[in-house]
């Protein structure tokens, strides 16, 4: 600790590092952080992609870029929503995902497939505001400067007007009994096809401007009152109304069937482990984390930004107050009934849609899905997860599968040739597979 403190200490501040060429930022780098600045080079260079372009393009996505950071991409074939089959592209480095989401994906479709549905579209903005004042005269006043809000915004709006979206509603919030003297201006947004952060954003500045310009010259108020102070004006990430539903079910005699559990005890047994994750919610960080696997797979792989999907579900997750599964199970006419419910505000256009290259062919792959149709494919990824980790859970367990997805980056940590590869594979097919098993059995393979 002392050590690590004393090495950062001695890395002289830097000032103007983004006006520095990339290759001057390696240098930077290497020097200071690096024993081996050689070799730290040659790694950030190995990722460099040696298409000229393509390169620029992705140094130009970020700042201060110095390499690439690679996921796999991968596909999960067999998915049928609403009687449509899909594969689903999914940019994920943990191990099982993709297989996970392959073999539910198989499972369901021979039994009626994913069904889905959008239930709402709304994203949300406010302008946090200060107003010390009388209530009633901000009320007049807001009432008034409504249209003037819109109309200001009108340049921004049009575009998006021409596609079918817009502005849907302004609202006046008091917010004082939580906090004084708070006020905002809470605002519905339909944005078609696109996530919208951007115009969303761009709505609530001129919202800002338009209040706060209005204010000085509105009559009825005092000095005091005239003098509306714009905290911040930002889009919410929690969009409980933009809302997809996704979801499965099948009689019981076509579930599972084995020596250990009956198909009723497997029906039995997979709602008991939805309830637990609805009631108790350390396991629903757990059950929720597994479907967000899927689901941040399909939105990185489709260009959107899987830090507003995680930070929304999870908030949703929380609406009734205790934090609960996002999937919920019952049995009803003798058939399992498997569903999940998620906010999910998602662009198919916009953003890195028409930009990363791995992005349009993901589109492409799903034939140009709109946003609502990225919704429910999105969301069926998230259920199909689910679906295969709690049917682990509840029969195998998970390190199982697991741990014979793992074995390749564990042969791959002692530079397994392809024949030893090919070899050990195998026998691991029938020996459980711990890291101190495979670690014994490359050395005996070599010894
Ligand atoms: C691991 O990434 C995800 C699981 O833990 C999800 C779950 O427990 O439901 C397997």
């Known amino acids: 600790m002392h050590l690590l403190l004393s090495v950062y200490i001695m890395i002289p501040p830097i000032s103007g590092f983004s006006k520095l060429s990339k290759t001057e930022k390696i240098e930077w780098l290497a020097q200071h952080h690096f024993d081996n600045s ?46 449509q089959r899909y594969t689903i592209p999914m940019a994920i480095e943990e191990s099982s995902v993709v297989a996970a989401a392959s073999k539910a994906a198989k499972f369901w479709e021979s039994r009626g497939g994913f069904k889905a549905s959008v239930i709402s579209t709304t994203k949300i903005g406010q302008v946090h505001f200060s107003y010390t004042g009388d209530y009633k005269k901000l009320e007049t006043f807001f009432n008034y400067i409504k249209p003037q809000l819109i ?25 004082t009994s939580d906090l004084e ?52 004006s930002i889009l919410s990430n929690y969009v409980p109304e933009c809302l997809v539903r996704a979801e499965v079910s099948c009689s019981i005699n076509e579930l599972p069937n084995t020596n250990d559990l009956t198909a009723q005890q497997y029906a039995e047994k997979f709602v008991r482990a939805i309830t637990i994750a609805q ?98 494919i999105t969301a069926v990824a998230g259920l199909a997860q689910n679906f295969a980790a709690v049917n682990s859970l509840i029969t195998t367990g998970i390190q199982q599968g697991h741990m014979k997805m793992h074995l390749m980056n564990i042969l791959n940590q002692f530079n397994a040739t392809d024949t030893e590869k090919t070899f050990l ?16 059995q490359i050395e005996k393979l070599r010894s």
């Open 279 to 376: 009631i108790e919610p350390y396991r629903a960080v757990t059950h929720n984390k597994g479907i967000m696997n899927g689901i941040d797979a399909v939105v990185l792989a489709t260009g959107n930004d899987f830090r507003a999907i995680e930070a929304g579900a999870h908030a949703y997750a929380s609406k009734n107050g205790k934090y609960a599964s996002l999937t919920h199970a019952e049995i009803k006419n003798d058939a399992l009934h498997f569903s999940i419910e998620i906010p999910l505000a998602l662009g198919t256009v916009g953003g890195l849609t028409s930009l990363h290259p791995l992005v349009k062919l993901a589109l492409q792959m799903l034939s140009f899905p709109n946003a609502k149709e990225l919704m429910m």
């Open 181 to 232: 003297n708070y006020y905002q201006l809470h605002c519905s947004f339909e944005t078609v096809d696109a996530m919208g952060a951007n115009f969303i954003n761009s709505c609530l500045e001129q919202f800002a401007l338009t209040l706060k310009n209005a204010a000085l010259q509105f009559e009825a108020f005092n000095d005091e009152e005239k003098n509306i102070e714009i905290i911040m």
């Open 38 to 83: 050689d070799a730290a080079i040659t790694v950030l260079k190995t990722y460099w992609n040696s298409d000229q372009q393509l390169q620029q393009l992705h140094d130009e996505f970020t700042e201060n870029t110095v390499s690439n950071y690679y996921l796999p991409f991968g596909i999960a074939p067999n998915f049928t929503i609403n009687g």
């Open 151 to 175: 109309s200001e915004a009108y340049p921004i709006t049009k575009n998006m007007e021409k596609r079918g979206g817009g502005i849907s509603n302004i609202e006046l919030r008091d917010k």
């Open 425 to 440: 594979v195998d026998y691991f097919k029938s020996h459980t597979v711990t890291h101190s098993e495979v670690v014994t």
